[in-house]
């Protein structure tokens, strides 16, 4: 994991320099490049892949309290129909909503909400300790180890979805800039909270399957958006961050009944958007 932030810092701030310094040109054609002015907005509409670092997630509860220990998980992209295209069902692939608001040139406030999907790997076996009041579970642990591949034991899934819903800041530049055709490179930094839709089933209970908020996130990101005729994006982004959820709903029960768990995690994601109030220089 160190090694990881490393290379994200690397990335960082060699992009910062290698584009810091570029400054507001005129081209051959007479075109001055562009910026997005105060007051311009974006709407943005995408999908992602995502990735999850190993993590402990602690289960408490009436004659429980235990934790399993470097859980691995993935996402679950859909596969590709008319879903990604079709309005009524835009909600089902792993998606990106972006509402942006330039308060300054170049610099934008951002509504987002970053819809990935938690599977946890059931073809596991991991180190868990702590306490059962029920002897069947508690004969399932073999030498401080529990195979969670016959899914008897636990499922545990935030497929509709992990919902990271996060207010950010992000700093734009113009990196290329020719008529009806520019290049924008951006960075930032957000956070928000987190309303999974956990799918949980826990001991042989009856699934729990509700949107709850279940704790925060934050995040670093950055992207490249290619602007066609002055209004239309297309934007690929980079994004990491850090997720804390102390109150996981793991059973129909209310009270006590809890999970909590925190992880690193990244995102890949591609889309297209529409820019609105855009002032051009010429």
């Known amino acids: ?27 051959n054609s007479g075109y001055t490049q562009s910026k997005f002015s105060k007051g311009t907005m974006f709407v943005f509409w995408g999908w992602n892949r995502a990735g999850f670092s190993k993590s402990d997630i ?31 069902r835009l909600s089902i692939p792993q998606f990106n909503f972006r509402l942006a ?11 987002a909400q970053d819809h990935m999907k938690y599977v946890m790997d059931q073809n596991q076996t991991v180190d ?8 069947t579970y508690a004969n399932m642990v073999q030498n401080g180890q ?10 545990f899934e935030h497929t509709d979805g992990l919902n990271y819903i996060n207010l950010g800041l992000e700093k734009y530049k113009n990196i290329l800039s020719k008529k009806d055709f520019n290049i924008f490179w951006a960075y930032g930094g957000g956070i928000g909270a987190l309303m999974p839709k956990s799918n949980v089933k826990l001991f042989g209970n009856e699934r729990s399957d509700r ?30 961050g850090y997720i804390n959820m102390p109150d996981i709903k793991t059973t129909l029960n209310n009270k006590p009944d809890k999970a909590s768990q925190d992880f690193v995690f990244y995102q890949i994601n591609f889309g297209i958007g529409y820019v609105f109030n855009r002032k051009i220089k010429n």
């Open 101 to 111: 608001y330039f308060i300054k040139d170049n610099l934008a406030v951002v509504i």
């Open 128 to 135: 868990i300790n702590g306490h059962f009041s029920d002897p």
């Open 146 to 155: 529990i195979n969670l591949l016959d899914e008897q034991f636990l499922t």
């Open 1 to 27: 994991m160190k090694k990881f932030f490393e290379l994200v810092f690397v990335f960082f701030v060699g992009t910062t320099m290698l584009f810091g310094q570029n400054q507001d040109t005129v081209d």
């Open 58 to 88: 602690r289960f408490k509860g009436n004659g429980y309290d235990f934790t399993l220990q470097n859980v691995t998980a993935k996402d679950r992209p859909s596969e590709l129909s008319m879903a990604y295209i079709d309005p009524t």
């Open 211 to 240: 949107y709850h908020l279940a704790g925060f996130g934050l995040d670093a990101r950055t992207n490249i958006d290619l602007v066609f005729w002055n209004h239309w994006m297309a934007r690929v982004e980079g994004k990491f």
